[in-house]
């Protein structure tokens, strides 16, 4: 898909006075809609006001106010005149349109039975634009992959820095056998379809040839369920945070298949806090542990093994703060102290 196509899917769905506003499409990060307030754009994870006139602003004066009318262009644009077809998903606060880009939606939510029945009287929409990057994975691929051997991996990251982009792009490169001796059989669980963005049962962004996703699954469930359906050799999931989570990787683990995963954290010792990762991580699990940079997208800043010895650092001044830490090993324990 090209950048044009790739991006079409939210010129189309914008409501008109928006539309005509918004100029630059390729570096626009997210849309934040909300009714009587102005429209908020996110540019390169840079704030701006959506101009009045067309652009951007810093002057909230200037800036574009959204109105009734355009809430309703909206969300008819998005279910194409058919808002109950929708209705499943937009309970789930979110649905996913062509090219991959989410819609996040917030408004009067209908309660029945202790369970959300529906979301009504919609006011506040986040539309993130997807931008997948390809070669994001390649540096970490060798930590990853020796000869034909998959290591177990834990992607470590502050939200909204980038661990799914990482993922992502890993999956495309074990999947197409880029660059590495072959391909692989790649199930993914997109619980919330922000891997492969899928719409209409298609990944919009590239999962490589060999990938199998299950979209809008539960985590635990759906590694089961590739698992016994699918004979993935590796299961890639996303921010995985439950005990049921950390139960269906051991299992999956114990059958002989790999998991990459991703979950939420500043490091290797928040991680291991955790009473749902703590056995994991004691008894060496996972065979890497990837940490990326607070404050920055996508960028590494360790590689661990199990054992707690570092395979990558990134800067200087990192590696003098690393000398200050404390590694203790004692058979399969792995206690690391800041």
Known sequence: ?????????????????????????????????????????????????????KGVTHD?????????????QLIDYICNYSRYAFSEQLR???LTIEGGHRIGVAGRVIVEEGRVKDLSNISFINIRIAHQIKGAGKKVIPYILNGEQIYNTLIISPP????????????????????????????VIDERSEIGACYKGVP???????????????????????????????????????????????????????????????????????????????????????????????????IFDERGSILYIRTQREQECLKRESHIVKGKNVVMTA
């Open 204 to 302: 919009q962004n590239d999962l490589g040839c060999r990938a199998d996703v299950l979209d809008g699954c539960p985590k635990a469930e759906g590694m089961m369920m590739l698992l016994r359906s699918m004979s993935p050799k590796v299961i890639a999931v996303d921010e995985i945070g439950s005990g049921k989570d950390a139960e269906a990787i051991e299992y999956i683990m114990k059958s002989g298949t790999n998991v990459i995963a991703t979950v939420h954290g500043l490091d290797m010792g928040e991680i291991r806090d955790k009473p749902v990762f703590n056995r994991l991580v004691r008894e060496g699990a996972f065979k890497r542990y990837i940490v990326l940079e607070g404050g920055m997208v996508g960028r590494v800043s360790r």
């Open 1 to 53: 898909m090209d950048k044009k196509e790739c991006y079409r899917g939210i010129y189309n769905i914008l409501p008109l006075e928006i539309r005509k506003r918004v100029q630059d499409f390729e570096r626009l990060n997210e849309i934040r809609i909300r009714s009587g307030k102005p429209v908020v754009l996110h540019y390169d994870n840079c704030e701006f006001f959506l101009d009045n006139n």
């Open 92 to 94: 789930n606060g979110y």
């Open 160 to 187: 909204g820095c980038g661990k799914t982009t990482l993922l992502r792009d890993i999956i495309r490169i074990l999947s197409d056998g880029e660059g590495i001796p072959k391909g692989y059989n790649v199930g």
């Open 60 to 72: 909230r004066k200037c800036a574009y106010i959204v109105k009734e009318q355009d809430i309703k």
